[in-house]
């Protein structure tokens, strides 16, 4: 910015410009103009300039905002969610939960926001901002068994797939609670997937995650993913008679593998 507000006026200048800008990033993206956002705001285009140099200036204000909101949101999760106390998946949902409201309220223009803001000022607030939010996951992932350099280096690559997938699906029309599950089941997958490949080192097997075995028991009986179950005898919805088949994860206190058609 080229100036910051000081008294309450400036201050409310600065939130209808921005407010302004959002609003038809949604509908124009990158043609709209100064006169656009002024004539949307209310304001004059001088008004503008008294604060931004130009609506790159806007752009990059816009960005490191919406980062800082996000990451004041999460970092409260993860004060609310010991790591003693919370498993990885229970964690990473809750994550997920604040993460996805904060971009699906304007989903069209934070996804152009992410094309539009300046790489040299926005990557470094957000490659900041993954920092911090991995060293603090580490621990979550060090704890259900991951070796500490092992469990930064699956969090890496899931962060900014995180990031992806949020902002591909805000806007997509799907309700917030649908679109965390989706989000939440494709980033645990994910992260399962690299526990179950062998390529990772870990002190021990996490304790939600299990590996099922196709054709393991029944007719036709075959497993499509990793579950995670709550009783050794309860598997998903239909897990008995015919037809019974699994349908999602479920979390796991006994070592059973759950195979689908395991009655007929």
Known sequence: MRKRPRQQRSSFTVEVILEATTQLLGTEGAALTTNGI?????????SIYQYFGDKQAIFDELAARHLAAAEAQMVAVLDAHPVEATDWPVVL???IAVAVPENSSHGRAHGRLRELASPGVVGDLYAGLADRLIARLVAYLVADGWMPDEAEADLRPMFPALDA???QFAGSGLDDDELIARIAAYTERGVAGSALSGRRRRLTRPSWL????PRTSGIGARC???FRITQHDACAPRTSGIGARCVAPFRITQHVACAPRTHV
């Open 38 to 46: 002024a004539e949307t705001a209310g304001v004059s285009v001088g």
């Open 93 to 95: 949902r809750a994550v």
């Open 165 to 167: 997938q949020i902002h």
């Open 210 to 213: 299990v590996a099922c075995a």
């Open 224 to 226: 499509v993913a990793p």
